[in-house]
């Protein structure tokens, strides 16, 4: 296969993808060209909303083919569009021969919540000082630990050091992590639920594998009330599950929300201040947790 490499400012990013589209590429993405410098630009956006930018003041479109006489004849074409004045043709190179399972794996390193408390895939043995681990290969559903999110919501499950006779809910569990994390710290009460059937799979596999018990499913399983309930989705949908969510939380039980920008704060209070009075109790990385005790 082959790469086909553009730039293009902001404003033709769309157009130049779509055109690319057209010329059977097999895949186009779009990375910041000034990323890692002092011209980086971050573009944040939310499922069901419309993308903040359709790219960066100087983009780097990436386009695959499946040979080279394709990209060449793609460079070609494009060259003499309209459209394409002011965006430029960085060359075609042929894209090197992997161990795709192996580069894959080595990106996923183990990851530290606590010092005793480790996210570690299978194909690494626990660092020497993990005294609680959660096994988690990177899958259909979100959440590696990786993220910032998830390892703040992981840290507030850490630090309180025991679920032990408690109900627990994540909703929008993705691949489970947080609740087999609760697990981890005694809860054997932990209902899982997402909107998407892959996650509430991954969910259950991912519990059989650590060997935790828990029941996933889909919203409608989440049902009475619980001592901990855990949302690490992104700013709108908590907004608009506000009412919900509080009302799964049982009387002096606690309610951990992430996916939350810094900036996204006050939003946030105002729109759970009928329900709880939300604060911030972490934050990484330009994200931040709130929990409230309700």
Known sequence: MFELRLMAPEDRVETVSDALDALDALSVSVEDADAQTDAEQALFGEPGMPPPKEGWQRSRVIALFADEALAKEAASVLALQDFFEGCAVLGVAPVPEQDWVRLTQSQFAPVEITPEFWIVPTWHEPPAQARQVIRLDPGLAFGTGT????????????RQGSFAGQRVLDYGCGSGILAIGAAKFGATDIDAVDIDEAAVSSTRLNAEANGVRLSAGLPEAAKGSYGTVLANILATP??????????HVAPGGSLVLAGILERQADELKEAYAPYAALEVSDSEDGWILMTARC
């Open 238 to 247: 908590l907004k608009v599950l506000a009412p919900l969510l509080r009302s």
């Open 147 to 158: 993220h910032p999110t998830t390892r703040m919501c992981l840290r507030w499950i850490a």
